[in-house]
């Protein structure tokens, strides 16, 4: 009997101990429960009667008609706004600007209904006809300007982004030497927008390239003019349009047009000055013009002496003005060798090194005749 008795106690306490052990089981398994009960996402945009996006508002979540926000989120810079954990459930969207007072509300949107495992879109779009008709008389005629002004705005932007898409492409025609495209293109963006100076310089280097110099004149001239009329100049601008002009001047032979305007250059932009000079010393030589071009070289010197072209043409110019004197020697025109010495100093290897080399050579040897002198009768 006694043993009988330790039996069943004994089960009964087994019996015990696994029924609190599965209660204990119990406990976490609930609350893991609990923790993954299904949450909900929101998203939306906000945008005012003009359709611009409102930034810096709040959008709330509310289960009692607005009175109080159970949920709230921020618009960003885009009037953007994301929420999530938010429980599933029928809500009021209230929208309210950062100075919009807590009782008052600028937009609202009733019966909203989020699901749970879902991403709500909540758009508060205040252009919509039903919103419209709330604004007063002086709101709506207030809207209406602002909405034409805002289209106006639009078409100018879109007619600037097709211009220069345009410019683009003329620059890269110009530097291919597609000229005759490069003039189509400009001349027509030219007369839809006439005030903007970058086309007409783009024009002026495109007629430039076709030889069409006076034409190129024109054009070159009147982005100088827009651009010294504008509130605020555009150096660049001035300084390429009259570096161009420089160019074309001195093709036509103007030589002291084409040395203004190159002066003209390098006063708009003067950190590149030698870059002008040099432009001005190079078409000189070119058109053989002897004196203008030695007065350019000195120029680009002063304003940057590391640079060794000027060296070089300053050189080549004088060395035209070489004589011989009696004892067969050769005279050169002050400054001539040390500008050639001066270009050797600075690119030994330079492309002109082997000629500069030669022309010092001989510049240094006496004059030999190849002739015999005829008999006497």
Not at 7 to 22: G, Q
Not at 223 to 243: F, G, H, R, V, Y
Not at 262 to 275: C, I, L, R, T, V
Not at 313 to 334: E, F, H, Q, S
């Amino acid at each position: 009997m006694r043993d009988n008795r330790m039996t069943e106690n004994t089960i009964r306490k087994v019996k015990l101990w696994i029924v609190l052990l599965c209660a204990m089981l119990l406990v976490p398994a609930a609350s893991q429960v609990q923790a993954q009960e299904a949450t909900a996402k929101v998203h939306g945009h906000v945008q005012d009667p003009t359709g611009s996006p409102l930034k810096g508002g709040t959008v709330t979540l509310s289960t009692d008609s607005g009175k109080t926000a159970k949920y709230t989120f921020t618009t960003d810079d885009n009037g953007n706004f994301t929420g999530q954990n938010i429980a599933p459930g029928t809500y009021t969207a209230i929208y309210r600007n950062a100075d919009t007072p807590p009782d008052k509300m600028v937009d609202q949107i009733a019966e909203v209904k989020v699901a749970a495992d879902s991403d709500t879109a909540i758009d508060f779009d205040m252009t919509r006809q039903e919103y419209v008709s709330k604004l007063s008389p002086e709101m709506r005629k207030q809207l209406e300007a602002i909405k034409s002004k805002n289209a106006e705005i639009n078409k100018e932007n879109s007619q600037i982004k097709n211009l220069n898409a345009d410019l683009k492409q003329a620059r890269d025609d110009n530097k291919a030497k597609n000229y005759t495209e490069a003039e189509s293109i400009m001349s027509r963006d030219a007369q839809a927008k006439p005030d903007a100076s970058v086309l007409w310089l783009e024009l002026g280097k495109a007629q430039y390239g076709l030889k069409k110099y006076d034409d190129a004149v024109t054009s070159l001239k009147k982005t100088i003019e827009l651009e010294n009329a504008s509130k605020k100049p555009n150096p660049d601008i001035i300084a390429a349009a009259n570096d161009t002009l420089g160019e074309v001047y001195a093709f036509q032979g103007k030589v002291p047009e084409a040395q203004a305007a190159y002066e003209a250059a390098a006063a708009a932009d003067p950190k590149n000055a030698a870059m002008h000079y040099g432009n001005e010393a190079i078409m000189m030589d070119r058109n053989n013009q002897v004196d203008a071009t030695v007065a350019a070289a000195d120029k680009a010197i002063a304003a940057d002496p590391s640079k060794p072209l000027p060296y070089y043409l300053k050189g080549k110019a004088l060395i035209t003005r070489a004589t011989v004197d009696a004892k067969g020697n050769y005279v050169t025109p002050p400054g001539c060798m040390e500008a050639y010495q001066k270009y050797l100093e600075l690119a030994p290897e330079g492309q002109f090194a082997p000629e500069v080399k030669q022309i010092l050579q001989t510049m240094g040897s006496k004059v030999t005749t190849t002739y015999k002198a005829g008999k006497k009768s």
